[in-house]
């Protein structure tokens, strides 16, 4: 199935380009910060319109950073964009009026030949359609008035993209992936194809804790930008980026919660930020502050990946503070999880520094390890050629004096994983029970950093 168009929104920093990504998307918040340049990266986005679909990348601050003159980072982008965008949106500043740099990249545009409009936004308030004239009298056409802000004219920038559009949107990468009898070898090819995709890789933590510092870090060190991928959802803004050998998707709430009033006003949407994050996620990196150590706010996110049954990694972050060694700061932060939270024994753990670079790789190595148990589905034969002599051995407790059996246990599901036990009476196979037969599962295969559930079910 074809990808839907990617469309690209170019402009001059300040222009309105994130207000004008996040109201295409149908986002109403638009988080946006009054400061020139402050879109850090690039952006994706998935939306429709109609019954179109459409992918829209936010170039904003790929290249707008504080040492670039601001002509030449412009082309720097458009070149960017032209490259790997389908169709192009140049967005200019209504209020600003006509710039002379504006022209070199509307050139640019054309000469491109991709289809492409030209938009002027702030058209609001008073005299707003005069402020058009300036740009008309220059010969930039099609020329749209919008305001991105007040939503004006919004759905006119999308229309002439419309012959480019899909009707539908490609396969969703966000369904679990379920087996049964008949279905089994066309769950193998859905599994093979879905690790094709990058992994989703959502980095979560208390404010603070140097999430977009991390993230910075890793985005500085990319060493190839590549083109987007599906899995970009509709609310998510994400990041694709390169590392060693292989794509990332990260998908990362720092960037939006750092960007403005809007979001700094609540602490609820920080916290539906990251709920949606981790949702979108196979993977959660939980980033802990090796200074503070855990508390309760961390464990909270942390229960909420649980719950969710993503990925997790645990990854103890400013270990560059730690005095007197590593070992002292480790056995502290990592000891003290490890004790006092067995239920997180699955759970990879590790120490890094965003600030200072220090073992980012080994997080990648941790994201490609759980990965890999994310989808890992053990055969029916296999699980209870460990577990039945197991429960031969050791059955779970009569029930009013009725036996309890199992009679097979089988991984109906990956990504994320779900066991199912088959019993005579489910209500009598307890959580301490299932506890133990996790356990055991996990003996001879950890799936590493992977919280399966496993549910009972009734057979006679
Ligand atoms: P970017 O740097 O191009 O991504 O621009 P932003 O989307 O961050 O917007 C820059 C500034 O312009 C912010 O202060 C926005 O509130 C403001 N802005 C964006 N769109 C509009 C609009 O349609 N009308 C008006 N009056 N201001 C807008
Ligand atoms: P966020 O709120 O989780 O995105 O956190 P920030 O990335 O904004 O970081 C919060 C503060 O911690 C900033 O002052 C950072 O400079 C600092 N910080 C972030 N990562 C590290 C680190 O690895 N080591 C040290 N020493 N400080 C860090």
Not at 185 to 205: C, F, M, N, S, T
Not at 423 to 449: C, D, H, L, V, W
Request: hydrophobic share 40%; with cysteine.
């Amino acid at each position: 199935m074809a990808l839907p168009p990617l469309i690209a929104i170019l402009g001059r920093p300040n222009v309105g380009k994130s207000t004008l990504f996040n109201r295409l998307l149908g986002n109403r918040e638009a988080i946006v910060e009054d400061r020139p340049g402050v879109t850090r990266d690039r952006h994706y986005g998935r939306g429709t319109h109609g019954r179109y679909h459409f992918r829209l990348v936010d170039t904003g601050g790929i290249v707008f950073r504080d040492d670039h003159p601001l002509g030449a980072a412009i082309q720097k982008q458009a070149l960017f964009a032209l490259e790997e965008a389908d169709a192009l949106i140049y967005t200019m500043d209504g209020i600003e009026g006509y710039n002379p740099i504006d022209q070199d990249v509307i050139d640019f545009v054309r000469a491109s030949g991709k289809p492409a409009v030209f938009v002027v936004n702030k058209i609001d308030g008073v005299n707003a359609e005069a402020r058009l004239m300036d740009f008309y009298q220059h010969g930039v056409s099609p020329l749209i008035g919008i305001s991105a802000a007040h939503g004006r004219n919004i759905n006119e920038v999308l229309t002439p993209f419309i012959p480019l559009m899909t009707e539908e949107a490609e396969e969703t990468l966000d369904v679990p992936i379920r087996f049964t009898e008949e279905e089994g070898e066309d769950a193998r090819k859905w599994i093979a194809r879905r690790q094709l995709a990058p992994a989703r890789v959502a980095i979560v933590g208390r404010p603070n804790v140097g999430k977009s510092t991390l993230v910075n870090r890793i985005l500085g060190s990319e060493r190839l930008v590549t083109s987007p991928i599906p899995g970009t959802t509709r609310d998510a803004i994400d990041t694709l980026v390169h590392w060693g050998e292989k794509d990332y998707h990260l998908i990362d709430t720092a960037g939006l919660r750092k960007r403005g009033k809007v979001a700094e006003a609540s602490e609820l949407y920080a916290q539906i930020r990251t709920e949606q994050a981790i949702i979108n996620s196979e993977i959660s990196i939980v980033l802990l502050s090796a200074e503070d150590g855990l508390t309760d706010g961390d464990l909270r996110i942390i229960r909420e990946v649980i719950d969710k049954r993503r990925g997790l990694i645990l990854a103890w972050n400013k270990w560059d503070l730690l005095k007197g060694g590593q070992t002292e700061g480790k056995a502290k932060g990592f000891a003290e999880i490890r004790e006092k939270y067995p239920f997180l024994a699955f759970a990879p753990m590790s120490s890094c520094s965003g600030l200072t670079g220090l073992h980012i790789q080994k997080l990648f190595t941790q994201i490609d390890l759980v990965r890999k148990w994310y989808y890992e589905r053990i055969p029916t034969a296999k699980l209870n050629a460990i577990i039945g002599p197991l429960m031969a051995m050791t059955p779970p407790p009569r029930l009013k004096n009725y036996p309890v059996r199992v009679f097979y246990t089988t991984q109906i599901q990956v990504a994320p994983s779900v066991f199912v036990m088959f019993a005579n009476r489910p209500e009598g196979i307890s959580m301490q029970y299932r506890q133990f037969i996790s356990r055991k599962i996990r003996e001879t295969y950890p799936f590493t950093g992977v919280p399966f559930s496993i549910r009972v079910q009734s057979k006679n």
